[in-house]
């Protein structure tokens, strides 16, 4: 079942700021632990920015000052604030959450960011 839903990607200018959310499921386990993480074309996945519950935030150095990550309101839900956004932040972005149980995790569909003038 769909447990982690992503939305909020898009084409944006170089420079330009984006938004991408994540909302998990109802029945998800008990996550401890909300990140981002993308993959460009032709490269491997990488992780973008943490946060856990109750814990401070960390980021890739290729998005530190540019990029915040945030739990949201509701519960289970994470966002992402881009902003100065760079070609080099082109790749398709996937919500991941890790729970308590460490052996617990689940992963969005993913949304795909294009940055190009």
């Known amino acids: 079942q769909v ?3 992503e939305s909020g990607g898009g ?3 170089p420079g330009g ?4 959310s994540c909302a998990a499921s109802a029945s998800i386990f008990a996550i401890y632990a909300m990140a981002w993480h993308r993959q460009a074309p032709g490269k ?5 920015a943490v946060i856990p519950s109750g814990g401070r935030a960390n980021y890739a150095d290729s998005v530190k000052g540019r990029f915040t990550i945030s739990r949201g309101n509701a519960k289970n839900t994470v966002n992402l604030q881009m902003n100065n956004l760079k070609p080099e932040d ?3 972005y996937y919500c991941y959450a890790v729970g308590f149980d460490p052996t617990l995790v689940a992963w969005g569909q993913g949304t795909l960011v294009t940055v190009s003038s």
């Open 11 to 13: 084409l944006v200018q």
């Open 90 to 92: 082109t790749a398709v």
């Open 3 to 5: 447990q982690l839903v």
């Open 17 to 20: 700021s984006l938004t991408l």
């Open 44 to 48: 491997q996945r990488e992780l973008v």
